[in-house]
């Protein structure tokens, strides 16, 4: 017998042809981050500081006022930065604005509304810390004059916690509102920032009524108020109001803990704290 050419169909225990591989999955395509924002450069900040503490001194020919501003604003600032770090937003920057104040900036937005209420109320509440320092030296030489410090520091606070768009009060307030409804944040905002921007123009206060005046401009013009990220929960609402209330008591009682000494009794200290949001002072 002699072997032939003819094809055969293979047998169970022939090897079998290896199948095909299947191609590699390809990889999802990777978004280009942003760069980093590299903040403020020294030099500007610097400057910018000098403007702003020269305006100031120039207003109250007070060197502890100047000094309870400025460190008052950047430990202010500084609260917003670790609570924007501390919740995925950073690396934060601080900005010096001159002859109007600081500004703290994340490289991302907030996860969720909740976390804007966190970073909005953590600068007030933070700053109240920088009235410590002149509280400690008015205790250690009963000199009041470094009361104008505390008395700087906690109004400084108290002010930024005013519902008016763009201060940290519009912030932590806004998102609780446009949960009842978004036009009740609208109107009660644009309301709240116009009596502030009339009580800056009547006190005298003209840079700080004209950046309020500016920034209504630009919410009005703005399409959509809310920012991307999960809205709050109506318990979160609730936390948030509450949050806002105890850190409003905190700046206030901080200015009246400025004024009591001087004042002799708390109706006069609230007398006294009361004149200072007074129209037309």
Partial sequence: MSETDTPRRPGPWDIQPAEPAAPAPAEPARVAEPPLDKGQ??????????LLGGMLYWFTGSLVMVIAVLFGLFVHEYGHVLAMNRLGMGPARIYIIPFLGGLAKGQRMPASEWHGVLVSLA?????????????ALFLWDGDRGWLQGVLAVG???????APAPPLDG???????????HPMVEKAALLLIGALVVVWGFSNG???FAGFLTI?????LRRGAWRPEGRQLTWGEAGKSTGLFV???????????LGIMPGAGSLENALAGGLRFFEFGR
């Fill in 170 to 180: 519009s912030k932590a307030l806004g998102p609780v509102l446009a949960r009842i």
């Fill in 155 to 161: 109004l400084l606070n108290l002010v930024n916690l």
């Fill in 41 to 50: 450069s020294p030099l500007w900040a610097i400057i910018s500081t000098l």
């Fill in 205 to 207: 206060s003209l840079l």
């Fill in 246 to 256: 105890l850190t409003a008591i905190a700046c206030a009682g901080v200015l009246l």
């Fill in 215 to 219: 920034a209504l401009i630009g919410h």
């Fill in 123 to 135: 600068g007030p509440a933070f700053g109240l810390l920088a009235a410590i320092p002149f509280l």
